[in-house]
């Protein structure tokens, strides 16, 4: 699962300057990412837990959670908006089995909704832990 097409259209209508702040930030975020060991990524993730589980009963404000709710173009365009920053594809892999087994342990009633909301906002709170930022400079650096 990769987002390199979405970075790549924005990329061809951003300024020459933005697009090296980008690269930048790319090679920074794949080089804290580079050393880190699968059983610890999934330790953080699993740190989060309780974070993913308000998020999907609706205990935190989350505006991925609620335009899955709104549904339409609002749900669909969250397919669109998903970035993996420094994971690898099989970080990615192990994330989303570990949010299965949590979300979709009975049923895969709710795997749309993990791909969609949840597994973004993962991503983007372990960017803001090993990159040492906070969620909202984490997800800036992830567009």
Known sequence: ASSDGGSRQQESTASPASLDVRRANRARIAAAFAPLP?????????????????????????????????????R???????RF????????????????AVFCKKSTKYFQYVMDVLL??????????????????????LL
């Open 38 to 74: 699968l059983p610890e990524l999934l330790q953080l993730a699993k740190n989060h837990e309780p974070e993913m589980r308000d998020i999907f009963l609706g205990k935190t404000d989350c505006e991925r959670h609620r335009r899955f709710r709104r549904g339409g173009e609002d």
């Open 76 to 82: 669909t365009n969250l397919k669109f908006e998903v």
């Open 85 to 100: 920053g420094g994971l690898t594809d099989a970080q990615q892999e192990a994330l989303l089995d570990s949010l299965a």
């Open 120 to 141: 973004p906002e993962l991503v983007v709170r372990l960017h803001a832990d090993v990159m040492a930022v906070s969620r909202a400079e984490a997800e800036e650096l």
